[in-house]
């Protein structure tokens, strides 16, 4: 099915809000990176690409959760009031195992991680004893099982312990080493190339004109990227001319996975990147409702992905978080997952025109009653790239809301989210 050409909802006359547009880069856009093998440690951050299935029982066998001495519960040989006294019959280090059984009325010094020999099923941490002269004094009202990690209580034999889609972190990482993995299947880093658009646009430490300025976008956009994984190939600035525009962007589509430009994308006379894609593939250009933000394009240049975000550097970076993000994880493979969102109060009044969506940049800080306050950035412009470097993250106002008063509880989405 081809989204682009759907007609009502796209036309510039009808906004779109943001959760259609999100459906419609889950529609037309699907994995386009390969599988490949890595070593674990060059595995952070990417997306696996297989299930990983535990070979093992993590821990393999029933192991003390404490150093201290372990013995069985199940007869109360020893009995001396509250504790048990009982005679040390070995020491059993991680690592090693005991080669007796324990009978009733004996104990072994057992370590952490150190396996649970025939007879015990028990472990007195080392705090709650006192040992000498051959024996041991422990508690007498200690459960059985305690202190003892089970076999397989972490992952067992057979079970899938991570699915395709992951993009792995620390932790995941350390699961498939405990699992024995020593490489992982993981998709390709996204190939994207990544232009800015726009006459007055200078490469920062170069000579600037009045009238000029400095390319932001690049490496705002560039970061972001970054941080999802890409391998970005950074292609410097378009001129407004329609035809070097569409002879970069042809020649870059070649090689890439995904075409990331910004600023020329409305439909003003300077504007030719739509026109331009539209000539080269197919281009929608959707009026989001949605502040910062719109226009944006989304198309294809021949067959590969293109992503038109729009110039003023802070809608290129929230348009980035808010729908390039979730393009570039579904085009890398990556399983769907939200950004993470919670509930804050709001610290400012803010009235708007129902019918848009709008995402305020703000600041948290711990209100008196120790709950976490947003505090609005005071100017809205899509310009002042300064409002993102003050701000913690967005505050998501519903298309249908028009008031925000100080105290009400606002959705806010951190950019530590939005980032990754
Ligand atoms: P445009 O979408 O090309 O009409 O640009 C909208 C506004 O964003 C204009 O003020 C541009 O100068 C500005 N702008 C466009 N691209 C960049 C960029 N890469 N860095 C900083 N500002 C930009
Ligand atoms: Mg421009």
């Given at each position: ?9 796209s036309?510039?006359?009808?906004p ?9 880069v889950q ?17 952070l ?7 990983v ?24 040989a ?6 048990l ?13 005991f ?8 104990a ?40 003892i ?6 992952m067992?034999?057979?079970s899938?312990v991570?699915t395709?889609?992951?993009r ?21 880093r ?6 800015s658009?726009?006459d007055?646009?200078?490469?920062p ?5 009045e009238g ?5 976008n ?8 970054d941080a ?7 292609l ?12 970069a962007l ?14 020329g ?5 300077e ?10 593939g197919s ?5 989001l409702a ?9 198309g ?12 003023n550097?802070?809608?290129?970076m ?6 390039g993000?979730?393009?570039?994880l ?21 009235k ?14 711990i209100?008196?009653?120790g ?14 790239l ?9 505050v ?22 939005l980032?990754?």
């Amino acid at each position: 099915m081809d989204c682009f050409a759907a007609p009502a909802p796209s036309a510039p006359s009808a906004p779109l809000p943001l959760d259609e547009a999100l459906e419609r880069v889950q529609r037309a856009y699907g994995a386009v990176t390969e599988p490949e093998e890595v070593p674990l440690r060059a595995a952070l951050g990417r997306i696996l690409a297989e299930p990983v299935t535990a070979t093992v029982n993590v821990p393999p066998v029933a192991v003390s959760a404490m150093d201290g001495w372990g013995y069985g519960k199940a007869d109360s040989a020893g009995a001396e009031g509250d504790v048990l006294r009982l005679a040390v019959v070995g020491r059993v280090p991680a690592g090693s195992v005991f080669p007796g059984t324990v009978r009733p009325g004996e104990a072994v010094r057992i370590f952490t991680g150190a396996p649970i020999p025939a007879g015990v099923d028990t472990v007195a941490m080392q705090e709650d004893c006192q040992a000498g002269d051959g024996a041991v004094l422990v508690p007498a009202t200690l459960k059985r099982g305690a202190n003892i990690r089970d076999a397989g209580e972490d992952m067992t034999a057979g079970s899938v312990v991570l699915t395709p889609g992951l993009r792995l972190r620390a932790q995941e990482v350390g699961l498939a080493a405990a699992v024995g993995r020593s490489s992982l299947s993981v998709r390709k880093r996204l190939r994207v190339v990544l232009f800015s658009t726009g006459d007055e646009l200078r490469e920062p430490g170069t000579e600037k004109p009045e009238g000029a300025i400095y390319d932001a976008n690049r490496y705002t956009l560039a970061a972001q990227l970054d941080a999802l994984g890409a391998d970005v190939r950074d292609l410097g600035i378009l001129p407004d001319k329609p035809d070097v525009t569409r002879a970069a962007l042809a020649d870059a589509a070649a090689t890439a996975d995904l075409v990331v430009t910004s600023g020329g994308a409305s439909v003003g006379e300077e504007d030719h990147v739509k026109r331009v894609v539209g000539e080269l593939g197919s281009v929608d250009l959707w009026k989001l409702a949605l502040k910062p933000g719109k226009p944006l394009a989304l198309g294809r240049i021949g067959t590969t992905p293109f992503l038109g975000l729009p110039g003023n550097p802070v809608s290129a970076m929230v348009t980035f978080m808010l729908v390039g993000r979730p393009l570039v994880l579904r085009l890398s493979g990556a399983e769907s997952a939200p950004a993470p969102r919670c509930l804050v109060v709001a610290g400012f009044e803010f009235k708007k025109k129902p019918g848009r969506r709008e995402f305020l940049r703000a600041r948290l800080a711990i209100g008196p009653d120790g709950r976490p306050v947003a505090h609005k950035f005071p100017s809205d412009s899509s310009g002042v790239l300064t409002s993102m470097v003050e701000a913690d993250g967005l505050v998501d106002m519903p298309a249908d809301a028009t008031t925000i008063r100080d105290g009400d509880m606002v959705e806010f989405l951190p950019f530590t989210g939005l980032f990754a």
